[in-house]
Protein backbone atom coordinates (compact mmCIF):
# COMPACT_ATOMS: atom_id res chain seq x y z
CA UNK A 1 0.00 0.00 0.00
CA UNK A 2 1.93 3.07 -1.31
CA UNK A 3 0.73 6.42 -2.22
CA UNK A 4 2.95 8.26 -4.51
CA UNK A 5 2.96 12.49 -4.95
CA UNK A 6 5.04 14.00 -7.48
CA UNK A 7 6.23 17.69 -7.63
CA UNK A 8 8.53 19.95 -9.21
CA UNK A 9 7.20 20.32 -12.74
CA UNK A 10 7.12 23.52 -14.23
CA UNK A 11 8.00 25.51 -17.64
CA UNK A 12 11.60 25.97 -18.63
CA UNK A 13 13.86 26.83 -21.55
CA UNK A 14 16.02 24.24 -23.35
CA UNK A 15 19.38 23.75 -21.56
CA UNK A 16 17.47 24.66 -17.92
CA UNK A 17 17.17 22.24 -15.26
CA UNK A 18 14.89 20.86 -12.96
CA UNK A 19 14.42 18.18 -10.39
CA UNK A 20 11.11 16.36 -9.72
CA UNK A 21 10.29 14.67 -6.64
CA UNK A 22 8.29 12.05 -6.01
CA UNK A 23 7.08 11.88 -2.35
CA UNK A 24 5.97 8.29 -1.15
CA UNK A 25 3.65 6.71 1.88
CA UNK A 26 4.39 3.42 2.97
CA UNK A 27 6.16 1.45 5.51
CA UNK A 28 7.83 -0.89 2.86
CA UNK A 29 8.43 2.02 0.57
CA UNK A 30 12.00 0.61 0.94
CA UNK A 31 11.91 -2.25 -0.63
CA UNK A 32 10.04 -0.70 -3.67
CA UNK A 33 11.68 -0.43 -7.00
CA UNK A 34 10.97 3.12 -8.18
CA UNK A 35 10.80 4.55 -11.92
CA UNK A 36 9.66 7.43 -13.76
CA UNK A 37 8.17 7.30 -16.73
CA UNK A 38 7.19 10.29 -19.34
CA UNK A 39 4.09 10.66 -21.58
CA UNK A 40 4.26 13.27 -24.08
CA UNK A 41 1.28 14.70 -26.37
CA UNK A 42 0.14 11.92 -28.21
CA UNK A 43 2.79 9.55 -27.62
CA UNK A 44 2.85 6.11 -25.43
CA UNK A 45 3.92 6.42 -21.77
CA UNK A 46 7.63 5.47 -21.84
CA UNK A 47 10.32 4.64 -19.08
CA UNK A 48 12.65 7.41 -18.01
CA UNK A 49 14.66 6.29 -15.53
CA UNK A 50 14.32 3.17 -13.02
CA UNK A 51 16.12 2.63 -9.37
CA UNK A 52 16.24 -0.63 -7.37
CA UNK A 53 17.98 -1.04 -4.19
CA UNK A 54 21.23 -1.91 -5.89
CA UNK A 55 21.07 -0.48 -9.96
CA UNK A 56 19.61 2.59 -12.01
CA UNK A 57 18.76 2.58 -15.85
CA UNK A 58 17.87 5.13 -18.24
CA UNK A 59 16.24 5.40 -21.09
CA UNK A 60 18.93 6.34 -24.41
CA UNK A 61 17.09 9.74 -25.07
CA UNK A 62 18.02 10.73 -21.09
CA UNK A 63 21.46 8.93 -20.55
CA UNK A 64 24.10 11.85 -19.33
CA UNK A 65 21.29 14.24 -18.94
CA UNK A 66 19.12 12.65 -16.19
CA UNK A 67 19.83 11.36 -12.90
CA UNK A 68 17.23 8.91 -11.18
CA UNK A 69 17.88 8.79 -6.85
CA UNK A 70 16.10 7.86 -3.70
CA UNK A 71 16.25 8.58 0.28
CA UNK A 72 14.95 5.47 1.70
CA UNK A 73 14.76 7.43 5.14
CA UNK A 74 12.50 9.95 4.06
CA UNK A 75 10.63 8.05 1.34
CA UNK A 76 11.29 10.20 -1.38
CA UNK A 77 12.64 9.74 -4.83
CA UNK A 78 14.09 12.18 -7.21
CA UNK A 79 14.22 13.10 -10.66
CA UNK A 80 17.31 15.19 -11.73
CA UNK A 81 16.36 16.72 -14.99
CA UNK A 82 19.79 18.38 -16.81
CA UNK A 83 20.38 20.31 -20.26
CA UNK A 84 16.84 19.92 -20.78
CA UNK A 85 15.31 19.76 -24.48
CA UNK A 86 12.00 20.59 -26.24
CA UNK A 87 11.45 16.62 -26.83
CA UNK A 88 11.59 16.47 -22.90
CA UNK A 89 8.17 17.93 -22.94
CA UNK A 90 5.80 15.46 -21.39
CA UNK A 91 3.96 14.91 -18.29
CA UNK A 92 6.29 13.25 -15.61
CA UNK A 93 5.03 10.17 -13.33
CA UNK A 94 6.58 8.34 -10.76
CA UNK A 95 5.90 4.67 -10.40
CA UNK A 96 6.82 1.84 -7.65
CA UNK A 97 6.73 -1.82 -7.98
CA UNK A 98 7.50 -4.72 -5.91
CA UNK A 99 9.62 -7.02 -7.60
CA UNK A 100 9.44 -5.03 -10.89
CA UNK A 101 12.65 -6.03 -12.83
CA UNK A 102 11.42 -8.54 -15.01
CA UNK A 103 8.85 -6.02 -16.59
CA UNK A 104 10.61 -2.90 -15.42
CA UNK A 105 10.79 -0.71 -18.72
CA UNK A 106 6.28 -1.18 -19.12
CA UNK A 107 4.20 0.51 -17.02
CA UNK A 108 2.18 -2.92 -16.80
CA UNK A 109 5.29 -3.80 -14.13
CA UNK A 110 4.18 -1.14 -11.70
CA UNK A 111 1.82 -1.21 -9.07
CA UNK A 112 1.26 2.35 -7.82
CA UNK A 113 1.60 5.38 -9.70
CA UNK A 114 1.73 9.12 -8.88
CA UNK A 115 -1.11 11.92 -10.52
CA UNK A 116 2.12 13.33 -12.70
CA UNK A 117 4.09 16.65 -13.38
CA UNK A 118 3.82 18.52 -16.09
CA UNK A 119 7.41 19.21 -17.91
CA UNK A 120 7.03 22.10 -20.53
CA UNK A 121 10.47 22.81 -22.56
CA UNK A 122 10.06 25.46 -24.75
CA UNK A 123 11.79 28.57 -25.99
Known amino acids: QVQLVESGGGLVQPGDSLRLSCAAS????????MAWFRQGPGEERELVAFISWDSTYYANSVKGRFSISRDNVENMVYLQMNSLKPEDTAVYYCAGGRNSRSRFSIPAGYDYWGQGTQVTVSS
Open 26 to 33: GRTFSAYD
